[in-house]
């Protein structure tokens, strides 16, 4: 079992940056994958950026790609998603996921990831 709080949305202009965080707590952090997924309203939950449980391997959506970096500090149980030249079609609520597979690589897909954090805002004004 694992809980997971997200932090650090909010209302941004176009152009504007911000830096979600997202601890963790009840398992030993360093032994699993996470993730962030985003939903927009009327669209479905979709992948936005992944990493390995060492940091040492990420992946993103292309929609993120050169923007968006993904991070993480196993010392403090906490994962990062550094949101850079946001866009309004980036407006969603942001998710963090957990996926606790013993193989040491990212994960892309919804049914991969085991806990859900409850969410942030996003909103990226034109």
């Known amino acids: 079992q694992v809980q997971l709080a997200e932090s650090g949305g909010g209302l941004v202009q176009a152009g504007g940056s911000l830096r979600l965080s997202c601890a963790a707590s009840?398992?030993?952090?360093?032994?699993?994958?996470m993730g962030w997924f985003r939903q927009a309203p009327g669209k479905e939950r979709e992948f936005v950026a992944g990493?390995?449980?060492?940091?040492?391997?990420?992946n993103y959506a292309d929609s993120v790609k050169g923007r968006f970096t993904i991070s993480r500090d196993n010392a403090k149980n906490t994962v990062y998603l550094q949101m850079n030249n946001l866009k309004p079609e980036d407006t969603a609520v942001y998710y963090c996921?957990?996926?606790?597979?013993?193989?040491?690589?990212?994960?892309?897909?919804?049914?991969?990831?085991?806990?859900w954090g409850q969410g942030t805002q996003v909103t990226v004004s034109s």
């Open positions: 996921a957990a996926n606790f597979s013993p193989v040491g690589r990212t994960y892309s897909a919804r049914g991969d990831y085991d806990f």
């Open positions: 009840g398992r030993v952090f360093n032994s699993y994958a």
């Open positions: 990493i390995n449980w060492s940091g040492g391997m990420t």
